[in-house]
């Protein structure tokens, strides 16, 4: 399964009613679970519906074009900060589409974050569309993702976490 871009997309209509933190630094003296967020540009409108479903589950996202100290254009600079981001914050979550798979930076950022982060803290949201295609290549399937999850016992449901080939998983405000 994967998260529907539909929804993603509807959750980013609800951003003006979803307080996200200003800067990195207040999330993090607020103790909230924080998340550098791999995506392409061309997906704002779905990095920004991601952003507001974490938020909505404790998590504030960092996006790169919501940074204001972020050089408009990309160059060494960019990358520096980029870094220290993955570095500074929690985990790192790779929003995969399929403009993030033809994306230069995306693939550079996630091989930055293994290495940085390790597998424990990188986890990969694979998308689809309404045609059923699913966005995810054979690298992406290597780590944890967050998907659709339920529990039949309890009625809830929600994103959680599941390990590469498992079907047991972890609700995502309880990371």
Same mark, same amino acid.
């Given at each position: 399964?994967?998260?529907?871009?539909?929804?993603? &997309?509807?959750?980013?209509?609800?951003? =003006? &009613? *979803?307080? *996200?933190?200003?800067?990195?630094?207040?999330?993090?003296?607020?103790?909230?679970?924080?998340?550098?967020?791999?995506?392409? @540009?061309?997906? @704002?409108?779905?990095?920004?519906g991601l952003q507001v479903l974490m938020k909505e589950d404790g998590w504030d996202l960092y996006i790169d074009w919501e940074d204001s100290e972020m050089?408009?254009?990309?160059?060494?600079?960019?990358?520096?900060?980029?870094?220290? /981001?993955? &570095?500074?914050?929690?985990?790192?979550?790779?929003?995969?589409? =399929?403009?993030?798979?033809?994306?230069?930076?995306?693939?550079?950022?996630?091989?930055?974050?293994?290495?940085?982060?390790?597998?424990?803290?990188?986890?990969?949201?694979p998308t689809e569309d309404d045609c059923g295609t699913w966005y995810g290549n054979e690298y992406l399937q290597l780590y944890k993702k967050i998907d659709?999850?339920?529990?039949?016992?309890? =009625?809830?449901?929600?994103?959680?976490?599941?390990?590469? =080939?498992?079907?047991?998983?972890?609700? *995502? /405000?309880?990371?």
């Open positions: 399964m994967a998260i529907k871009i539909r929804d993603l &997309r509807s959750a980013s209509n609800r951003s =003006g &009613r *979803v307080f *996200v933190a200003k800067s990195l630094n207040e999330a993090l003296a607020k103790n909230q679970k924080t998340a550098f967020l791999c995506h392409s @540009h061309k997906d @704002h409108e779905l990095a920004k050089p408009s254009t990309p160059n060494k600079e960019t990358a520096n900060r980029i870094k220290t /981001k993955i &570095r500074t914050t929690d985990w790192f979550l790779f929003l995969a589409t =399929g403009n993030s798979n033809q994306s230069r930076w995306c693939p550079w950022e996630i091989g930055f974050a293994d290495s940085a982060k390790g597998y424990e803290k990188i986890l990969i949201i659709e999850g339920s529990n039949k016992q309890t =009625g809830k449901s929600g994103y959680a976490v599941f390990d590469a =080939g498992t079907n047991s998983g972890t609700w *995502v /405000k309880d990371l």
